[in-house]
């Protein structure tokens, strides 16, 4: 068996880890990075109107058929979401193409704690004279999956907020390549659990201007779109290189501790969005409400919504935020929707004007608040972010 998955920006060493620990006879291989053949593939057989992470992840699978896989495997959820048929088109469409041989797996994560994804674990890697190593090795697989989630969500925390500091430009980038080589190269339990100390060391080596002031820009959006730097035009980068600070709470880690009902912050997000949105109508529509209200209560600079073309429960809440939230919250925010047809010119014009605009509105505040006049003419912003972006904010200050 040759397995692989569609790309989703930097949570391939989680899920090659997966499928690795579960069974050492399986051979993963990963799709190219997503380019413009993977799209060109995605748009000509896909349905006109379907949204673009439906494209953009057939595009990966052909590809990764082409490197020898005969499973794929690619998660389906629930509710109102076109996502939930994903792997079923998916898979048709593959067959019409001549893959004949090629199966796709749907792996269920409408709720983890239903545990109907073990069924799947055990359709890729089925019993064989020993049952009970199976569950042993589905249970290891399983641990260093979310291990690796976390360890992927924190590096995704100090890429955010170090590249707003770096002296070098692409410096933190480098590093990022650097540790995704590195944690996918640690295989052991122990190894794991020390890499949190390396993500900090290695950040740490970046030489930075700790004298900055950053914008603090909230990101969010759609989970395929807002992680996968290819299909949003590297908006994280390109952000973080006009001396933008990222806040973006959206990762793989986030996502599954959300399915395991252990995630606090998003239920916290939940309530924030309750009165405008009470119930779950897909996509990830009730967090970005969630999100917009709580960077607007931490003073931040900007809001950046992404998504789709086309997709419903976004487009729903980019209603509500304009013609609701803004109105009350006035947190400058620009909306950024993707397809095939998105052209890195005019969204990078955009973007330079959307940070000029948080850049003046900034400004405009210090001139006029005694509290940033007394502090040498600086922004003062309120404690914000998780127990790692607090550790990694203190090591550029003390560099």
Do not use: C, W
């Given at each position: 068996m040759i397995i692989?998955?569609?790309?989703?920006g930097h949570c391939w060493p989680a899920f090659k880890t997966l499928f690795n620990t579960l069974d050492e006879s399986i051979e993963v291989v990963l799709p190219d990075p997503t380019n413009r053949e993977a799209i060109k593939i995605g748009v000509k057989y896909s349905p006109e109107f379907v949204c673009f992470p439906f494209k953009a992840t057939?595009?990966?699978?052909?590809?990764?058929?082409?490197?020898?896989?005969?499973?794929l495997v690619m998660a389906i959820d629930c509710g109102p979401c076109r996502f939930g048929f994903y792997a079923s088109v998916q898979e048709r469409i593959l067959h019409d193409m001549g893959y004949k041989h090629v199966r796709v797996i749907p792996l269920d994560q409408a709720d983890l704690l239903e545990l109907k994804w073990v069924k799947t674990l055990f359709e890729i890697a089925p019993p064989k004279n020993n049952k009970l190593a199976l569950y042993s090795n589905a249970i290891k697989a399983v641990i260093s999956f979310v291990k690796k989630a976390k360890l992927l969500n924190d590096i995704q925390t100090a890429e955010g907020l170090f590249r707003a500091y770096e002296r070098n430009q692409g410096a933190t980038t480098d590093t990022v390549q650097k540790l995704l080589v590195s944690?996918?190269?640690?295989?052991?339990?122990?190894?794991?659990?020390?890499?949190?100390t390396v993500i900090k060391n290695t950040f740490n080596e970046i030489d930075v201007d700790k004298t900055r002031t950053p914008l603090r820009v909230g990101v969010s959006g759609e989970i395929h779109i807002s992680l996968e730097p290819y299909v949003n035009l590297d908006i994280r980068r390109k952000l973080g290189e006009m001396g933008c600070e990222i806040h973006q709470s959206l990762s793989l880690y986030d996502w599954v501790v959300h399915k395991f009902h252990l995630n606090y912050h998003r239920k916290w997000l939940?309530?924030?969005s309750h009165p405008h949105v009470p119930m779950d109508i897909g996509g990830e529509c009730v967090w970005v409400l969630g999100e917009y209200i709580d960077k607007a209560r931490a003073d931040f600079d900007g809001f950046i919504h992404q998504y789709p073309f086309t997709c419903m429960p976004e487009v729903?809440?980019?209603?509500?935020?304009?013609?609701?939230?803004?109105?009350?919250?006035?947190?400058?925010?620009?909306?950024?929707s993707f397809d095939?047809?998105?052209?890195?010119?005019?969204?990078?014009?955009?973007?330079?004007?959307?940070?000029?605009?948080?850049?003046?509105?900034?400004?405009?505040?210090?001139?006029?608040?005694?509290?940033?006049?007394?502090?040498?003419?600086?922004?003062i912003y309120p404690h914000y972010g998780s127990n790692f972006y607090n550790e990694c904010a203190q090591l550029i200050k003390t560099q």
């Open positions: 692989s998955f569609p790309n989703m057939l595009g990966d699978f052909v590809s990764a058929i082409k490197k020898g896989a005969d499973t944690l996918d190269e640690t295989k052991k339990l122990n190894e794991l659990r020390k890499f949190k939940e309530h924030l729903t809440a980019r209603t509500i935020i304009t013609n609701k939230l803004k109105k009350k919250y006035n947190l400058p925010t620009i909306f950024f095939e047809q998105s052209a890195s010119e005019g969204f990078r014009t955009r973007l330079e004007a959307f940070v000029d605009l948080m850049h003046s509105r900034r400004n405009q505040e210090i001139k006029t608040k005694a509290e940033f006049i007394a502090n040498g003419n600086k922004k």
